[in-house]
């Protein structure tokens, strides 16, 4: 096929995958975007397809031979985040693709669909699995780390998120606070009387950005940013207790439990409760033999060669990771990310399908 015809079918793919509104509240959505996916697999003869469906989030992995431990996984997901109506109706516009899910994931999945397709043709398939998943913008655990639990296990994975077709081979953690700073109310006339949280809101912020400074750019560091404040109801009035939220997003080399602690160092009269800490850091070895593979397909395939690079925001790639096998993510170029005007390149799509082709035709 020629490469023209190769982007029509990458377009055509991508543009009926953006169609499903297939955020998490929509379960509906998410199953008809799973059911396309099989649909395609199975008409491609592909007969070792499994399905798996917890709480309404469907996920699907196909290996092109018969096992549960294909020495490569590629994983893809396809819900998205909220957008306007109209963003559900793709737009191929000046050689890109725009629409919600176009550059994250759904032009990367069409990606993987079709080279399952090409590779389960191959009169000796090599061993590679395929995962779809439906939950990764809202955690990812009843997805891949449900497979990862079951027992598909690989010897690397890659998910395709956009990377501009670089490699990304580590990427934050995440932990979020609820910290509730109580006060004694009063009227405001006499703050005298009362105790304020919102200045003890104050005092602790002050802290927090001593010990988690906001940085200029985009630094490898451990970052906490204040998110949503609630409390006071009355202009008059003191208010009984103040709660802050907190994202913060942590390399590998602090834990949940060093930051918890510093955390509660800065409020240290308040109540500091955890309520997220499923956001594990990837980490895989840049030197990891896997990545240098990868990264002579790019060249072979771009003429460049591939950046590695370190991200602020996750993945589910992290699950494999924290399971101690190697995973990175690798994916096209676009920009939008989860904005009004998402994009994904058309032609590097098509890079990305060839680089993932010669990558696991190339394997030894």
Not at 108 to 115: E, G, N
Not at 168 to 187: E, N, Q, S, T, W
């Amino acid at each position: 096929m020629n490469d023209a015809s190769l982007q029509r079918d990458l377009t055509r793919l991508t543009c009926d995958l953006i169609a499903f509104p297939s955020t998490a509240d929509h379960p509906d959505a998410l199953i008809a975007a799973i059911d396309y996916v099989e649909q395609y697999v199975r008409s491609a003869g592909n007969r070792f397809v499994h399905r798996f469906e917890i709480e309404q989030k469907p996920s699907l992995i196909i290996t092109l031979r018969d096992t549960q431990t294909p020495a490569l996984i590629l994983n893809g997901h396809l819900d998205v985040v909220a957008a306007r109506a109209e963003q559900y109706q793709p737009v191929v516009r000046d050689g890109r693709i725009y629409g919600r899910g176009s550059q994250d994931m759904k032009g990367a999945c069409a990606v993987l669909m079709r080279l399952l397709r090409d590779l389960a043709a191959l009169p000796d398939p090599p061993d590679v699995g395929f995962m779809f998943v439906t939950d990764e913008e809202i955690g990812g655990f009843h997805g891949t780390n449900h497979l990862l639990e079951q027992g598909w296990r690989t010897a690397f994975l890659i998910a395709a998120e956009p990377t501009d077709l670089n490699i990304c081979y580590a990427a934050k953690g995440m932990v979020r606070f609820d910290i509730i700073l109580h006060g004694r109310p009063a009227h405001g006339s006499r703050p005298w009387e009362g105790v304020n949280p919102i200045l003890l809101l104050r005092d602790g912020l002050q802290a927090l950005e001593q010990r988690f400074p906001t940085p200029r750019d985009a630094v490898w560091a451990t970052t906490a940013a204040p998110t949503v404040v609630r409390g006071g109801d009355t202009l008059n009035r003191i208010p009984e207790s103040v709660t802050l939220s907190l994202d913060i997003r942590h390399v590998p080399e602090e834990t949940p439990d060093e930051i918890e602690e510093a955390v509660r160092a800065c409020f240290p009269e308040a109540t500091v409760m955890r309520n997220s800490n499923g956001g594990i850091p990837l980490m895989t070895n840049p030197n990891d033999p896997h990545l240098a593979h990868l990264a002579a397909s790019v060249e072979r395939i771009t003429g460049r060669q591939s950046a590695f690079y370190r991200e602020h925001y996750g993945s589910d790639a992290r699950f494999y990771s924290g399971a101690g096998i190697p995973a990175i993510c690798f994916g096209p170029t676009g920009a939008g990310l989860h904005s009004d005007e998402e994009w994904v390149d058309i032609a590097s799509l098509e890079q990305l399908y060839l680089i993932l082709h010669d990558f696991v035709t190339t394997a030894r």
